[in-house]
């Protein structure tokens, strides 16, 4: 069974920083793209970043691009997403996710994250 098992959200005030992590079962890790969507309030969910499975590649949607930084672990089956100069705007559920191509093959729990003005 594939899991997806992300932590590290919480409150924090603008500005501040936060890391989230994903620890994935299941399936061949390394083989596999990983990546973080997100889901604001009353909005759809969106990517945030995705990393390649080597984690030699990695992109990131605009609003994130210098702000945060993925990074994976083939060795601990982690992945992980360094959230720095963070906004009132970033304030969502974050989803991990196992992509397979173009497609998502798996969502994880997510993670709630709210920043305060």
């Known amino acids: 069974e594939v899991q997806l098992q992300a932590s590290g959200g919480g409150l924090v005030q603008a500005g501040g920083s936060l890391r989230l992590s994903c620890a994935a079962s299941?399936?061949?890790?390394?083989?596999?793209?990983m990546g973080w969507f997100r889901q604001p309030p009353g909005k759809q969910r969106g990517l945030v970043s995705r990393?390649?499975?080597?984690?030699?590649?990695?992109n990131y949607a605009d609003p994130e691009k210098g702000r945060f930084t993925i990074a994976r672990d083939n060795t601990k089956n982690m992945v992980y997403l360094q959230m720095n100069s963070l906004k009132p705007e970033d304030t969502a559920v974050y989803y991990c996710v196992r992509f397979w191509g173009s497609n998502i093959a798996s969502w994880g729990q997510g993670t709630l994250v709210t920043v305060s003005s």
């Open positions: 990393i390649s499975n080597s984690g030699v590649r990695t």
């Open positions: 299941g399936f061949i890790f390394r083989n596999y793209d």
